[in-house]
């Protein structure tokens, strides 16, 4: 299957700081990525649909200035969570579509965990 | 919009036994994805099944299959012979593909238990 690699696997940081998240598709080309935020014990919940050279798409309730998502490259998307406060500790896990495949499940990435301190 | 529901919070089984998972779901669409992914400990998402839902017969993947009844919106998952490696949290999914972008949708999840 595709692989889809998330980088960093864990992070740390101080409150008001801001943190990237970069997620890539290593072996296929990704138009669209989706990114998630996931608490514990709970479901994926979708923040954002990240498009190759255009805006992202945000979820109704998400705020699209505290998450920053740049997708530049059909194999690399990034989420920045600036002015990160403890609330915004989490797991974030972002998945990819196969370019130019209709008919095709998402890839997930190994996922992020989030620590705001 | 699509929802996914999942009733059973936490179930256990057995090991060697059969067990299901109940996924019920809410669309006006008639084009769709539904899977059922397993989450174990590392979080790592992982695709268990998959079904179309242009297709009557219901998916099969070695110990793993589904009853997908289209017409009540119902997209159980039944695991076979559990095994002890199969305790994780499941997922069930929704995927539209004619609307909304192809984002995929999901349930609350169910804890599953196998007990030795």
């Known amino acids: 299957g595709a692989v889809v690699s998330q980088h960093p696997s864990r992070v740390i940081c101080k409150s008001g700081t801001s943190v990237k998240i970069e997620c890539r598709s290593l072996?296929?080309?990704?138009?669209?990525m989706f990114w998630y935020r996931q608490f514990p014990k709970q479901s994926l919940m979708l923040m954002a649909t990240?498009?190759?050279?255009?805006?992202?798409?945000?979820e109704q309730g998400v705020e699209k200035d505290k998450f920053l998502i740049n997708h530049a490259s059909l194999t690399l998307s990034t989420l920045t969570v600036t002015s990160a406060h403890p609330e915004d500790s989490s797991f974030y896990i972002c998945?990819?579509?196969?370019?130019?495949?209709?008919?095709?499940?998402?890839?997930f990435g190994q996922g992020t965990r989030l620590t705001v301190v | 919009a699509q929802t996914v529901t999942q009733s059973q919070p936490e179930m256990s089984v057995q090991e060697a036994e059969t067990v299901t998972l109940s996924c019920t779901y809410d669309?006006?669409?008639?084009?769709?994805?539904l899977f059922w992914y397993k989450q174990p400990p590392s979080r790592q998402m992982i695709l268990v099944i998959r079904?179309?839902?242009?297709?009557?017969q219901n998916a099969t993947e070695n110990r793993f299959s589904v009853n997908f009844q289209k017409a009540a919106k119902s997209f159980s998952l039944k695991i076979s012979d559990s095994q002890l490696g199969d305790t994780a949290m499941y997922f069930c999914?929704?995927?539209?593909?004619?609307?909304?972008?192809?984002?995929?949708?999901f349930g609350a999840g169910t804890r599953l238990f196998v007990k030795a």
């Open positions: 079904q179309e839902a242009y297709k009557q």
């Open positions: 990240s498009n190759e050279g255009s805006k992202a798409t945000y």
């Open positions: 999914a929704f995927m539209n593909i004619n609307t909304g972008g192809f984002k995929t949708i």
């Open positions: 669309t006006s669409e008639n084009n769709y994805y």
């Open positions: 998945s990819a579509r196969v370019a130019g495949r209709a008919y095709t499940e998402a890839f």
């Open positions: 072996d296929f080309q990704a138009t669209t």
